[in-house]
């Protein structure tokens, strides 16, 4: 039986610290981080996902603010597998005085936020999609698995 591994989701707006708090992270749980933006394509991203998953790695970072369909592309490439989920949120706003950041339109950022309020309990939704996995919301307190 393989160990279970932890899958730790950070999201949050553009410009709110999930870079800054997947650093934090790492540097706590002695692990790497694997962002979006440091790939070309996602089957590049999932290829360095599931290499850190086979090698034993017990936790892996990600910054998604579409965990859904990372972790669902894990599964499918894993389906024997069971992963402990936790759900991390970066909250700060550090974009007050200006209208883009990385390049990305505030207007963006905006309709993500507004996405996100309608649908406020995203980890219930991530339960019920995939309940074979263990689902943490550390932005509610159930803490970091060590």
């Keep these: 039986m393989s160990k279970v591994t932890n899958l730790l989701f950070v999201k949050g707006l553009i410009g709110s610290g999930t870079t800054f708090l997947a650093n ?13 933006d440091d790939f070309e394509d996602s089957n590049e991203r999932l ?11 017990s936790h892996i ?31 700060g706003n550090y974009l007050d005085k200006i209208d883009h950041y990385h390049g990305v339109s505030l207007s963006r950022r ?12 995203h980890v219930a939704e991530m339960i019920k999609r995939f309940p074979k996995h263990n689902h ?3 932005y509610k307190g159930d803490g970091i698995l060590k």
């Design 110 to 121: 905006e309709r993500q936020k507004l996405r996100w309020q309608r649908n406020p309990d």
């Design 47 to 57: 290829n360095a996902i599931l290499s850190k998953i086979e090698r034993g790695d």
């Design 136 to 138: 943490y919301d550390c």
């Design 61 to 91: 970072i990600l910054v998604d603010n579409i965990a859904e369909s990372t972790l669902g592309h894990i599964t499918s490439n894993l389906p024997d597998r069971t992963f402990n989920c936790q759900y991390y949120l970066a909250d």
């Design 24 to 36: 934090n992270l790492a540097r706590q749980l002695n692990c790497e981080v694997i962002e979006r």
